[in-house]
């Protein structure tokens, strides 16, 4: 049997103009990228997200910005502090004191001295950095007792993966753009004149460069403001700690971002009208989903967090929160990454055939099996 | 020149299309004639490239159809689309491009497209912002803004207001006469009489007849003569080897009996009559009847 396809595999004559299949891969992508950016939701949301981050580093200390609370044993330094801003909380012995500053209900205490090296005869305890005002306001430095000398505070660590998991919600999330990319072009039969002028590869694949650089670009925005942001607010214990995880946490967003890009387009072309994608974006979704709720819920597992940092499709939230939390070693976010493309991999040439087999494919939903097995048409 | 050779598709069980083969030359226009569901999107999707054939083969200049080949076709799916929250210029300078034109030359040439389609004040509007008819006609535009070397139409007539009627078949006659083959299909027979130079008529995935369409009229329809005399027409009914089809006062139409023709058994049947028509008094008119296409087709399929 001879067909028009493989008589098309046979070498093509290079007359005038050929689009090549980078150049038409570019043109697709930068259609999409286009259509994006026109649009002003694009717009506010990516600001409504820099905003947030800003808030949630600011706002607290803005609004919990009022006296600092010390818990604090003698009553001659009591008086002292109460003569100063500070709000104090008499307590009987230097345990309970300390059990305060363990529950956080005060952010330090002022005990006595127990190194026999202190000029006032106090020593402060604190979580695991001193407040400032109150180091400054007892004369010559006391020695400080850290219950817990972390870098971060337990409230701050889980800030800091609820942002991270948050993050990637957002930008996985973004891929329904590509479902609806998908389903535009099949309901409005574009596909036709798109099919008959480009190779049905060369959509698929401008299609997610055209997104995956949309969320580079956002990942970077992000990634500028968000040590900005944390630096507004004071937070530069936490910066410090938390830049290298930052860093990584962009490659891990944007190959994340691509692992999904090829299911979106997928459950997109499976069915011909928008009302109708909903059908189709509930694996999707749920590999976005279900991530997000796993590494939120298990944090604290270290065990269940080395799985989910390896497994591709959570690795990109689990792998940074690792990094974050100083448990993951130099070498295992390259091993994660790679994991990941692997994946990508696969994925993409299965999504592949199935986008190819639905495209041209319309009425109701598509099978899978029928979107597999009508590829070769 | 388009070559479709014994092209063969089913879909399923269904066979769509049993061994289609036709030409479509160069500076012609050529009408795809077929009732709804005789194969015509299908065949016009296997020469796009959009579906697969099962067997046979298309070729254009004698090389088969490649992407870059088909990079230089104009297509108009029956169900046009283009992308609704685009603006019409930036569309069709997108799909120039994509058809391998440069930014420049795609910017120019939509320009001047819009302006001949009276679509230049819309140029920066999105598409859905456009009446139906506009909209019809930024689709024309599309198909045509890389000036293609083949124009594939899939009934580009239906729906179409009647202005934009006009504005199709003008385009598509100046492309004909710029010497680019045009296949279009259609079903509504007037529009595809009065247009198409050569004939391809489809009928359940079998082509039934194709050529030049005055020569199928001759080949399919069935040869007749309107006669108008003088006084009463109706002593034609007793002439032999003819029929009556219709008689009215003095103006009759007759066709021959025999599936031969007037020219059955080397006689000349309708001199015969002529005389005999001049013999009974006057004649004023005797003329062929040139068949319609409506005929041609329920002959042919």
Known sequence: ?377 | MLKVNGVSRSFGDHRVLDSVSFDVKPGRMTGFLGANGAGKTTTMRIILGVLKADAGSVTWHGQPVTQAVRQRFGYMPEERGLYPKMKVADQIQWFGRLHGMSQAKAAATTERLLDELDLGTRANDKLEALSLGNQQRAQIAASLVHDPDLLILDEPFSGLDPIAVDTVLRVLRQRAADGSPVLFSSHQLSVVEQLCDDLVIISGGEIRASGERDELKQRYGTPRYELVVGSDAGWLRDVPGIKVTSVDGPKAVIEPASAEGFRAGGEALDQRILQEAMRRGEVRAFTPVVPSLNEIFKEAI
Do not use: C
């Open chain 1, 1 to 377: 049997m001879t067909s028009v396809e493989e008589r098309t595999s046979v070498e093509s004559r290079n007359d005038s103009g050929g689009v090549t299949f980078m150049q038409a891969t570019w043109l697709v992508a930068e259609r999409e990228i286009k259509a994006f950016v026109q649009m002003k939701g694009f717009w506010i949301g990516l600001a409504a997200i820099v905003i947030g981050l800003f808030a949630a580093s600011i706002l607290p200390n803005v609004l919990g910005g009022g006296d600092t609370k010390v818990a604090v044993t003698s009553t001659e330094v009591a008086q002292t502090l109460e003569a100063g801003s500070f709000d104090v909380e008499r307590t009987d012995d230097v345990a309970a004191a300390e059990e305060l500053v363990r529950t956080e209900e005060v952010e330090a205490a002022v005990v006595p001295d127990t190194t026999g090296q202190s000029a006032t005869g106090v020593e402060v305890v604190a979580l695991e950095n001193p407040p400032s005002d109150l180091m400054a306001s007892l004369g010559s430095p006391p020695p400080v007792n850290l219950l817990e000398p972390g870098d971060v505070s337990e409230g701050e660590k889980q800030l800091v993966i609820m942002a991270f998991a948050l993050v990637f919600m957002l930008f996985a999330m973004g891929g329904t753009a590509i479902a609806q990319s998908a389903v535009t072009e099949k309901q409005t039969r574009v596909v036709e004149i798109l099919v008959s002028t480009l190779p049905v590869k060369s959509l698929l694949a401008g299609k997610i460069v055209g997104h995956t650089l949309l969320t580079v670009g956002q990942v970077i925005v992000l990634a500028i403001a968000a040590p900005i942001a944390l630096q507004a607010g004071g937070n530069e214990a936490l910066l410090e700690v938390i830049l290298p995880a930052l860093g990584w946490y962009v490659p891990f967003l944007v190959f994340a971002f691509v692992l999904l890009a090829s299911m979106w387009a997928v459950a997109g072309s499976l069915v011909s009208r928008q009302e109708d994608l909903g059908s189709t974006m509930g694996l999707v979704m749920a590999l976005v989903f279900g991530p997000y709720m796993l590494v939120i819920m298990l944090s604290d597992n270290a065990t269940a967090m080395t799985v989910l940092s390896y497994v591709p499709f959570s690795a990109a939230i689990a792998m940074p929160v690792r990094l974050f939390t100083g448990e993951a070693q130099l070498w295992e976010p390259f091993v994660s990454l790679g994991l990941i493309a692997v994946m990508i991999v696969v994925i993409t040439a299965v999504a592949t055939r199935l986008y190819t087999g639905s495209l041209l494919q319309t009425g109701g939903k598509v099978k899978l099996s029928r979107a597999w097995s009508s590829a070769s048409d």
